[in-house]
């Protein structure tokens, strides 16, 4: 290592909540020009060190330096002025308003009378999206651009301060593999300027390729400091949960059974064409593709959110007309969806309400809720699938992301259906529960049930999938078999590339 | 265990802590100012509250239910006055002519029939097209007021039942005729939210509807079905009053709409839905009540009455606010 002093330095943290040490002592240190990577599972600390560092949190003990300067954050604008800036996971930007205007939110330069100096303003930001080598420009509406060129924004608004660190908090989550590699080239870009950069990600793949050094935290505990090149996966994976992650391809040990679920010349409009596809029962059927060739559509589709303009869908050899989620659950298809947080739980409600909502209505006595059977069905998949929960009164809100996931799950398992579906399994759940819901999905197979899992990770859909369909822009490419599919090939055919 | 109990019914239980203080306040501040004899708190006064309690109280049992859903109906106010109408202008009727008293039984049940079908027409346009409950009850306010005043213009609508008034007047276990029903109005919508699947559900598309949809509840005759509710509710309450004072006049209801939101509100339904209960309603309905009351009691106008359930309402739901950001904020850590 080099002598050069930090461009942030964190010095023994101790933040406490009521009955938890969120953070005990924790020491961290980015160097200039260095991406220091921070892992750990969730709830390990990491948010509560980056609230911290943003002056959210004030921590009990400690101190945090920039540069050799010991300094108080006081609040995130404090923060940011001092050179520390963040780049959220979720994007907070006014989709009604220019670039510039984001951009430079609420240190718009003014002329007299508090008029906007808009000639300013556009050259400013323009020049700071040269430097991130973007295809829009300053007058663009933010609203008009795709997820990766709104994380652009994101930077280019850390970028008009002199920053000496850039946060940036599982960047990639929302982005598809080209997106990423822009990413990773204004990463590199900062790098190069002599920015410490802390990288919070789950993805172990991003890690080795961006990555100087990586951290670990546990339990709000400080684990230790690693060079990313002398060290591997399964080293930091020990030290996050203290045990082994398998990634390996599961191997099929079950006899497929009849076709579940056919779909024939499926066409929805602009959104996908021409679509053929057959599931078995026992069989694990990946989709594989960027955001927006259409995985998420057919899912919608088949799950009676979308009607498709053309086209049969087939369940157990029948014609089936699906115009409501309603049919679709009566006909046996399930829908675990992409964003469980909006789309899948009612937040508010508890554990077992949550559970039984979609048969709340089988299984009452007249207009009349049974609550002791409702109470029997959420006891039964709690213990099938592993959730941990006080009790089934606790609000779904309050749970970790994979046992909100395995709520979801059980929701449908309960359902008996006979295709289940699954959109983006793992998103945003810590690896630990990860492997979990991997071997989960692989089990329900085993039992019988035809899934579907749509994924944007490649390891996850090479792990849990029987067959990969490859999907881009609306069309399947290819359906590759467990003997053929490489990651090479893969790649080549969902960016639509025709390989010879 | 028990501070998670405490916690869940924080927000109801806060209403009834006010009611406590007010009653505290009322009855010491009132033992200084008030030119009258008898105490605050006495047992007569009491039953004479809930009493007048019962026309927004009633409604306001069903503006829980709507609320609770994720919607709003801006139009009960309106609705009282044509239920009002419909009841005491039938009994005239010459058809009904040779009923007797049994006009009363007729009379009511035209009367709540219309509050039911001014409730479905509301709910079934949110349905059918999609436009936010909010403007579909202000086009609806303005529009059944709208028939209010064709009936009868300016002029009030009266018709006096000796036999009505005696039912609208008569109590049994020392309380009276509205007060029973504003009790049976929250115990029933009680026990559907608590105990039936339309309840269940109603709070799942108000708290996330995306995920109910996709659970497969149809959202649309749910969100139907509390508006017939509401409407029969804005009816009833109609009726229980009309029948003691005989004479509808056609600015009647007017405001109850926000007097009615105002007490759901205070006791600790969401107003973008999900959660919420009838008994916190009941809370913020007598609350609301006794504080005109009591500020009466002590001397006070009609004008600083307002200002002062004004700033409540606020302060209310700003100590509300506090609590559940900061419950929100550890929970993120």
């Not at chain 1, 009604?96 to 330069?109: I, R, W």
């Not at chain 2, 995306?210 to 497969?216: E, K, L, T, Y």
């Not at chain 2, 700003?318 to 609590?323: E, K, M, S, V, Y």
Request: charged fraction near 15%; proline fraction near 3%; charge should be negative.
């Amino acid at each position: 290592m080099t002598q050069q002093s930090p461009a942030l330095r964190l010095e023994g943290i101790v933040k406490t909540f009521p009955g938890v040490r969120a953070l005990d002592n924790v020491s961290l240190d980015v160097l200039p020009g260095e991406v220091h990577a921070l892992m750990g599972e969730n709830g390990a600390g990491k948010s509560t060190l980056m609230k911290v560092l943003g002056g959210i949190y004030q921590p009990d003990e400690g101190l945090i330096y920039v540069g050799d300067t010991p300094v108080v954050m006081s609040n995130p604008l404090d923060s940011k002025a001092k050179g520390i800036v963040f780049i959220h996971q979720e994007l907070s930007l006014a989709e009604e308003l220019s670039v510039a205007e984001n951009v430079y939110l609420g240190e718009l330069p003014t002329l007299s009378f508090g008029r906007v100096d808009w000639k300013t303003l556009y050259e400013k930001t323009d020049a700071i999206l040269s430097k991130l080598k973007v295809g829009f420009n300053a007058r663009t509406l933010v609203g008009d651009l795709s997820i990766a060129n709104q994380q652009m924004v994101e930077i280019a608004r850390a970028l008009t301060v002199d920053a000496k660190a850039v946060i940036f908090d599982e960047p990639t989550a929302s982005l598809t593999d080209a997106e990423k590699l822009v990413l990773f080239e204004v990463i590199a870009d900062l790098k190069s300027q002599g920015v410490g950069i802390v990288y919070i990600s789950h993805r172990m793949e991003e890690i080795f390729k961006m990555t100087d050094r990586v951290s670990v935290l546990r339990d709000g505990q400080y684990q230790g400091s690693l060079l990313t090149a002398d060290t591997n996966e399964e080293q930091i994976t020990q030290m996050m949960i203290g045990r082994k992650l398998d990634l390996s391809r599961a191997p099929i040990t079950h006899e497929l059974g009849d076709i579940a679920l056919e779909v024939r010349n499926l066409s929805c409009g602009s959104s996908y064409q021409n679509i053929n596809f057959q599931v078995r029962s026992g069989e694990v059927l990946g989709f594989y593709g960027l955001v927006g060739a259409g995985r998420t559509e057919i899912a919608e589709t088949l799950f009676g959110l979308r009607q498709p303009s053309a086209g049969t869908i087939l369940l157990d050899g029948e014609q089936m007309h699906i115009n409501s989620p309603s049919a679709a659950i009566k006909a046996g298809i399930s829908l675990v969806p992409e964003d469980r947080k909006t789309q899948g739980l009612v937040l508010g409600m508890n554990c077992r309400d949550n559970m039984t909502l979609p048969q709340v209505d089988d299984m009452s006595a007249g207009p009349f809720v049974s609550d002791g059977a409702e109470v029997a069905v959420f006891d039964l998949y709690r213990d099938r699938l592993d959730i941990r929960t006080p009790g089934w009164r606790q609000t779904v809100g309050n749970l970790s992301g994979g046992n909100q996931q395995k709520i979801v799950i059980g929701k449908w398992l309960s359902m008996h259906p006979k295709v289940l579906i699954v959109d983006e399994p793992t998103r945003g759940i810590d690896v630990g529960s990860k492997s979990a819901i991997h071997k989960l999905i692989r089990e329900l197979a085993a039992s019988g049930y035809a899934v579907i899992v749509i994924s944007s990770e490649m390891p996850e859909v090479l792990h849990v999938s029987d067959r990969i369909v490859a999907m881009f822009s609306g069309e399947i490419i290819r359906t590759f078999t467990s003997e053929d599919v490489t990651e090479d090939n893969l790649i080549q055919a969902i960016s639509g590339i025709t390989p010879k | 265990m028990i501070s998670e109990f405490i916690k869940r019914n924080l927000s109801t239980s806060a209403i009834w802590l006010f009611i406590i203080f007010e009653l505290l306040f009322f009855s010491i501040a009132g033992h200084y100012l008030s030119f009258s004899d008898g105490a605050f708190m006495d047992l007569n006064n009491m039953l004479l509250l809930l009493n007048q309690s019962a026309p927004i109280g009633i409604i306001a049992v069903g503006m829980t239910l709507i609320m609770v859903n994720g919607n709003i109906d801006l139009s009960v106010g309106a609705v009282f006055a044509i239920a009002g109408i419909v009841m005491l202008d039938s009994m005239t009727w010459p058809v009904f002519a040779g009923l007797g008293d049994w006009v009363i039984v007729v009379s009511w049940t035209l009367a709540l029939l219309a509050g039911a079908l001014l409730g479905a027409l509301n709910g079934l346009i949110v349905w059918k097209t999609g436009v936010d409950a909010f403007i579909v009850t202000l086009g609806s306010m303005l529009g059944y007021r709208g028939l209010v005043f064709m009936f009868n213009g300016e002029n009030p609508t009266s018709h006096l039942n000796w036999t009505l008034i005696d039912f609208a007047e008569a109590q049994f276990l020392g309380f009276n005729t509205a007060t029973w029903f504003l009790a049976a109005s929250v115990l029933v919508i009680w026990l559907v939210t608590r105990y039936t699947v339309h309840g269940r559900n109603a709070y799942a598309i108000g708290n996330n509807r995306n995920a109910a949809v996709n659970a497969g509840i149809r959202v649309g005759p749910h969100m139907v079905i509390n508006f017939v509710i509401i409407g029969f509710l804005a009816a009833l309450s109609s009726v229980v009053f009309y029948s003691g004072s005989g004479s509808v006049n056609p600015n009647d209801g007017q405001l109850y709409e926000l007097w009615v939101i105002t007490a759901v509100v205070l006791g600790g339904t969401k107003l973008a839905g999900g959660s919420g209960s009838v008994i916190g309603t009941l809370g913020g309905v007598i609350a609301i009540q006794l504080l005109r009351k009591g500020l009466g009691y002590i001397g006070a106008d009609t004008s600083t009455v307002n200002l002062v359930i004004g700033l409540i309402l606020i302060v209310v739901l700003f100590i509300d606010r506090q609590l559940n950001v900061k419950g929100a904020q550890e929970l993120r850590v």
